[in-house]
């Protein structure tokens, strides 16, 4: 089977208090921009537009089945929150994008985009295989979904917050999964 490298770089803006990581991209023929979250069907700038304009489609492009890479951008830099997932090496067992049929190859060193971060005080995993690759690198015990648990990196204080998947697959509306993002973003001060 084949090992699929992560086709980007981390999004690491210097500013970021908040590192926010996936799983792994879904298969290129599913991106509707070259950028994290890239599926059309994922709903995770809806969740983001939602709680930081009052508007889901605040990242679309008009007329198109797409985010604005560049709206995405230059919101994630004044915010401080940073991008990328948990694996930097994947077989995908089956043909499609679920992460239930992800093996991770090679998990991303964290530790390391941690030292790179100075100023990041969180990480959020968007859904259960990042929690559970996070945890087994930390050798943490993963909070439930909507919460959060404390430990030290170094000398530093660091929140894991779990947040429900922002995939469609996962059976929550779209609201309730943006009142759970809203309270982390709310604990953070991002609001």
Partial sequence: MEIEQHPLEPFLPTNAKLLMLGS?????????MEFYYPNWNNDMWRIVGLIFFGDKEHFVVKGKRAFSKEELIAFLQEKGIALYDTATAVRRLQDN????????????????LLERLPQCRAIVTTGEKATD??????????PKVGDFTEFLFGERPLRLYRMPSSSRAYPLALDKKATAYRVMYQDLQML
């Avoid at 792994?24 to 509707?32: L, M, N, Y």
């Fill in 133 to 142: 690759t996070l945890c087994r690198t930390f050798s943490l015990t993963a």
């Fill in 24 to 32: 792994f991209p879904p298969q290129r023929k599913r991106w509707s």
């Fill in 97 to 112: 994008a679920s992460d239930k049929f992800l093996e991770v190859v090679q998990p991303t060193d964290v530790r390391n």
